[in-house]
């Protein structure tokens, strides 16, 4: 990927942290619910656009839209599973892997139980959180004392 690119993209996340990403792109408007289905259904492209599927902004992993990536205690690291299903994945959506992405640096991919992919950082699947409304939000973080952010160390 060239250079280029990657600096106007992680400048462009570093906006969106910042909360003015709304401005910034046009988007004079953000949805008042953060949408998970969309998050859940729509098809991944990050192995065509983006090296990889998230990058660290402000000290924890985001997905390419600043919303924060979270992990799930339950999940086994490097099982290649994901335990979160049904209306856990409702209010948890996975961050979704397209089926040709392949893994890369410390993200690979897991097959879901119905068959989808998910990203996964060093082994741990990747989520979203329905309550986190605009990028940089962190409201799933310690939720029922399972759900965290995933800090860069």
Partial sequence: ??????????????VTCAGTAARASGHEKHPA?????????????AGAKHAEPAVFAHGMLVDHHG???????????????SVCND??????????AGKNDKAVGKFSVVTRDDG??????????LYLWVQDKKAGDVTGDGFNKIWHIVKQH
Avoid: R
Avoid at 70 to 79: E, G, I, K, L, M
Avoid at 87 to 96: D, F, H, R, Y
Avoid at 116 to 125: L, N
């Fill in 33 to 45: 619910k953060h949408d998970a289905a969309k998050h859940q259904a729509a098809k991944h492209d």
């Fill in 87 to 96: 209306g856990c994945i409702a209010a948890w959506p996975a961050l979704v």
């Fill in 116 to 125: 989808s992919h998910q990203w996964a950082y060093e082994g741990k699947p």
């Fill in 1 to 14: 990927m060239n250079k280029a690119i990657i600096g106007t993209w992680l400048a462009a996340a570093i």
């Fill in 67 to 81: 919303m924060t990536l979270y992990t799930f205690d339950p999940d086994v690291a490097n099982s290649g599973k």
